[in-house]
DNA sequence: GCATGATCATGC
DNA sequence: GCATGATCATGC
């Protein structure tokens, strides 16, 4: 069992770093990320169980319970909180997000800009597990892993109910304190004993002991946010429209404009080589931060920025999802990952033509593959890239002009089918080659080849060529 | 100017 | 870390 240390295995005073770290668990469980044998019993440690465990186990620290952010010296809080199912299957929290006791004593003193209660609340790193009561909590798998702040436009009301519930308790009403009284903050029992009763600053009835929390629904808004699975907003008359009407009334009041304009009108920073700049423009046009949007989702769209060139050529082909080559040669292509990925994706594709200085919005349009060639032309790429792959992969190397090493696979290149091709797809590349050279972050960034060799993970991609011809069709 | 390999940017 | 979407850079 791993034992990891603040300090070692992340910077505990770097929100980022520690963000970073975090996300180690993500679709992961303690069990798995930290070596955990098969016949450890899960012990809790302190009252939150869970929690505990992983700033114990995970984070390597003792949890505490004084009135400072677990990492203090990142000013950042951790919260650990359970997710449930609900009855259509969709992620929802389990229960309020607990923030921190309430005082009454000490809380009347306070200002809400200077709060304990603030102090705690305003930067969370928020760790949401699905919850499985038959399940031993170290193999709670962890869905959601972000860095959280009170969003601008809900600090006001936050700042309401801290002062409702602060008013209340100078009234000398801490007894009367209830969740609905308030917005989003509530001050929410916080005993196991129904009879426990704590003194109050203005009043001598004893009041039962409550705590800060964010209410369940907040919660809610946080997670989905956090899942991006929002709809495409509809104005009023936009209310009956199909997706594809949708999305094209959505598109069509920039349609000639360039992107700058389109930028400026949008308000997104138009800078020079800004990578996605494109993709970027498109899903501010159609509301969304990115293609998460719930009616993507639902109908398994991805949307792409193409830029064409005066010629109508596109310079860059288009890379699809990774793929794990011990897994290709398993398959067989009716089921293999490309082909369903295929049949089942629609892609949108949004336009740009460069027309001489500028890149103007053409249009946009759905695509998807044709069948036809998705028994043809793609699966004859497939096949002969899968019977490279068993008939073992030979790789040679260059040198650069500045001395970086280049690495030659013997794989099927683009040339070599009209439609589709691979290519790398990682961060940097990797490998490990047959006498054990390595070279690279091979864990990260490469994948595993039958014969024992790894190579950087790889997409397919569509051929730009392709690509064109298709758009051409297409009319755009 | 294309082909291929490599890398970047962003969000979670 | 990893998926997703996208572009860069060198050799020929």
């Not at 949890?63 to 929802?92: H, M, W, Y």
């Not at 004893?206 to 964010?214: C, G, I, S, V």
């Not at 690495?407 to 290149?413: G, I, R």
């Not at 054990?436 to 950087?456: F, I, K, Y």
Request: a neutral charge; aromatic letters at 10%; one cysteine or more.
């Amino acid at each position: 069992m791993k034992h990891p240390k603040p300090g070692v295995d992340y910077d505990s005073t770097s929100t980022e770093d520690i963000v970073y770290y975090a996300l180690n668990l993500k679709n992961s469980t303690l069990r798995k990320e930290l070596d955990i044998s098969e016949n450890t019993k899960f012990e809790r440690r302190g009252k939150g169980g869970f929690g505990e465990a992983v700033e114990y186990y995970f984070f390597g620290y003792t949890p505490n319970s004084r009135n400072e952010p677990d990492f203090a010296e990142a000013d950042l809080e951790l919260k650990v909180t359970p997710l449930k199912v609900n009855s259509s299957g969709k992620l929802i929290p389990k229960e309020r997000l607990v923030i921190t006791m309430i005082n009454y004593m000490e809380v009347i003193h306070e200002k809400f800009e200077s709060s304990t209660l603030l102090h705690k609340v305003k930067k969370i790193l928020l760790m949401h597990y699905l919850h499985d009561s038959e399940a031993n909590p170290f193999d709670y798998e962890f869905k959601i892993i972000h860095l959280w702040e009170v969003p601008k436009e809900d600090y006001p009301t936050i700042k309401a109910d801290w002062q409702i519930i602060v008013d209340k308790v100078r009234q000398g009403l801490a007894h009367e304190l209830s969740g609905s009284d308030t917005d989003y903050l509530e001050a929410c029992t916080k005993s196991s004993d129904s009879s426990k009763r704590r003194k109050q600053p203005c009043s001598p009835i004893p009041a039962k002991p409550r705590a800060f929390a964010l209410k369940a629904s907040y919660v809610s808004t946080i997670v989905n946010k956090a899942l991006d699975a929002q709809p495409i907003t509809r104005d009023s008359s936009q209310s009956g429209f199909s997706l594809e009407q949708l999305v094209k009334a959505k598109i069509a009041p920039f349609v000639g404009a360039t992107d700058r304009e389109i930028s400026e009108r949008l308000g997104v920073e138009y800078g020079a080589g800004n990578k996605n700049l494109w993709i970027k423009l498109t899903y501010c046009m159609l509301g969304i931060r990115n293609n998460r949007a719930s009616e993507f989702m639902k109908a398994n769209v991805t949307v792409r920025a193409i830029r064409q060139e005066t010629d109508g050529s596109i310079t860059e082909s288009m890379s699809l999802t990774p793929f794990e080559f011990n897994e290709l040669v398993c398959e067989e292509w009716e089921n293999s990952s490309l082909c369903s990925y295929l049949e089942e994706t629609r892609f949108l594709f949004v336009v740009f033509a460069f027309d001489g200085s500028d890149y103007r919005l053409k249009g946009c349009t759905f695509w998807n593959m044709p069948a036809k060639l998705l028994d043809s032309s793609v699966k004859a790429g497939w096949e002969a890239i899968r019977a490279a792959t068993i008939a073992g992969i030979k790789f040679t190397s260059s040198t650069d002009r500045n001395g970086k090493v280049l690495y030659e696979n013997s794989l099927p290149k683009k040339a070599d089918n009209p439609v589709i091709h691979i290519r790398p797809h990682a961060k940097l590349s990797a490998y490990r080659f047959a006498d054990g050279r390595e070279v690279g972050n091979v864990q990260r960034d490469a994948s595993e080849l039958p014969d024992g060799q790894w190579m950087t993970k790889q997409s397919f991609w569509l051929n730009n060529n392709f690509v064109s011809s298709q758009i051409e069709a297409l009319g755009l």
